[in-house]
């Protein structure tokens, strides 16, 4: 089974989809600093918050 994982920094989300005979199924949407355990990685947490870059990182890179 396939899986994708589609991260989007500025919204702060991460989506999970799972291919399906018919096409991409969403099966999960995450966001800001939730801890998740998404699949196919169920059996890890990852806290979502590690993935964004800090306020004033975003500002000095911008």
Do not use: I, K, Y
Not at 35 to 61: H, T, Y
């Amino acid at each position: 089974m396939a899986h994708a994982w589609m991260v989007e920094p500025r919204t702060q989300t991460l989506e999970v989809f799972r291919r399906e005979p018919v096409g991409w199924l969403l099966t999960a949407t995450h966001g800001n600093g939730e801890v998740v355990r998404a699949e196919p990685f169920d059996a890890v947490p990852l806290g979502l918050g590690s993935l964004w870059l800090g306020r004033g990182e975003a500002q000095a890179r911008a």
